[in-house]
């Protein structure tokens, strides 16, 4: 599985990466065929909105594409919201499959 991290409008710390990296990690226990994941962690630089740290998931597993986006006050809550819908898109894609 290929990961990338991409960071916009701001420099990540290695906490960040190592915390986006270590859930990553388990995203095989859910689907066996993932190739790659993207993930953009972005800074909405909208002053009058506190939930301005967003991140978006982007998995490629054969013949389909997962994505998701959320968006709170910290990179970690917003990366909790985003893998937890993945998980669960991945999830109710296995089933359909099984089916």
């Known amino acids: 599985m290929d990961v990338k991290i991409q960071t916009v409008h701001f420099e990540s710390d290695e906490k960040l990466i190592e915390f986006v990296r270590k859930k ?7 689907h066996d065929r ?30 389909r594409d997962f994505f998701v986006k959320a968006s709170s006050k910290s990179f970690e809550e917003s990366f909790d919201n985003a893998y937890l819908s993945l998980i669960n898109q991945l999830k109710r894609q296995k089933e359909k499959q099984a089916a």
Request: proline share 3%; charged share 30%.
């Open 24 to 30: 990553l990690d388990k995203l095989n226990t859910f």
């Open 34 to 63: 993932i190739t790659k994941v993207d993930v953009f962690l972005k800074l909405d630089n909208v002053v009058h909105t506190l939930k301005d740290k967003i991140v978006e998931l982007r998995v490629h597993v054969p013949k």
